[in-house]
């Protein structure tokens, strides 16, 4: 016969009535929310925007900082803006499962971004797995019979600060990986970037407008550059890359217009460049510009199998269609 259970004594009851209030106000000083809470369904199948969209909702309209929680499992997802400002100073979101883009790349194609932080502060994104699905876009592109759109970024931050990613992957993207416009203070370490090397565009983390951009201890494979320096970076740190399959780290294209804003003090450290076409490259439009390209150090880069290791080409043309022809107008000081 089982022993009966033992009436708890008078202080235990007490004890307890005291830790579960400690518990339930320190949740309520830093909520959680789980997507499938939401509705969000991890079969991998069931469009779980709305769901997202909502819990992201309740995250942004709490007073103190808030978590997301996303958990293993499949999460279909079209195309997302998740906007700022919100009323605390951090969203801190982690992600155990694979977010999954549509299959038909016709259902994000005139979005620009498929997943996008707008306006936001102190968001952070924990571990996870970001799907573009962009194979089916690829093998159109690749096929050269044209009319293809040009597909969606996978994940885009605009005008955000304090932005930390940490363990997160990102692959198939039907376009750029990763990008950050108009963002200061961001930090990008344990990434990882995957995609075929024959993808088209597919660039791994594109940076432009933005400064105080970290990005290290990260590896990426896929069909563009590696990492895209656009105008108006300044004080950019790139320190301890994987980088190939792939075109390289390059800043530019530069000077694509008559008045852009230029890019200074960018260091590229210790970066091993395995099968990719270009090392360490600066690439400007043969065109007049006001920009330029200043106080920039790559340093302790290996090469393996690399086409160009290190090349400026100031009359870049990207398909050699319509070339300006002129001389660049940036000045590489
Ligand atoms: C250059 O950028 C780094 C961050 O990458 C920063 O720590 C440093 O202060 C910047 N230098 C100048 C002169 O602004």
């Not at 304090?162 to 108009?182: E, K, P, R």
């Not at 003090?265 to 330029?292: D, E, L």
Request: charged letters at 15%; one cysteine or more; aromatic letters at 6%.
């Amino acid at each position: 016969m089982a022993n009966p259970t033992p009436k708890p004594s008078p202080s235990l009851i007490i004890l307890r009535v005291i830790l579960g209030c400690w518990l339930c106000s320190s949740v309520a000083l830093g909520a959680t929310y789980n997507v499938v809470n939401f509705g969000a369904k991890s079969d991998g199948k069931t469009d779980s925007t709305k769901a997202f969209l909502n819990a992201w909702a309740k995250a942004c309209a709490s007073t103190n900082p808030a978590s997301i929680y996303v958990p293993q499992g499949k999460f279909l997802l079209k195309s997302a803006t998740f906007n700022g400002k919100c009323n605390n100073k951090g969203i801190s979101i982690t992600i155990d499962g694979t977010l999954v883009a549509p299959s038909d790349y016709r259902v994000t194609e005139n979005s620009g971004n498929w997943l996008e932080f707008e306006r936001v502060n102190g968001v952070s994104i924990h571990g996870g797995a970001l799907d573009g699905q962009g194979t089916a876009l690829w093998d159109c592109k690749n096929s050269g019979k044209g009319n293809c759109p040009s597909g969606a970024t996978t994940l885009a931050f605009t005008n955000s600060n304090n932005i930390a990613i940490g363990g997160l992957t990102s692959m198939n993207s039907q376009l750029f990986h990763i990008v950050f416009n108009g963002c200061q203070n961001v930090k990008l370490q344990g990434v990882k970037v995957l995609a075929d090397g024959n993808s088209p565009n597919t660039d791994g983390i594109h940076i432009q407008m933005s400064s105080h951009v970290a990005i290290i201890n990260s590896k990426i494979r896929t069909g563009d550059d590696c990492i895209s320096i656009g105008p108006g970076t300044t004080n950019l740190w790139i320190e301890n890359i994987a980088c190939g399959p792939g075109h390289g780290i390059s800043i530019g294209s530069l000077g694509k217009d008559l008045k852009e804003a230029g890019v200074q003090n960018v260091t590229v450290k210790t970066v091993t460049f395995t099968g990719t076409q270009n090392g360490v490259r600066i690439k400007t439009w043969g065109r007049p510009s006001n920009g330029f390209v200043r106080n920039v150090l790559f340093q302790d880069a290996i090469m393996e199998n690399v086409e160009n290791p290190v090349i400026i080409d100031q009359n870049y043309c990207s398909d050699n269609k319509g070339c300006p022809g002129q001389a660049s107008g940036v000045r590489v000081m």
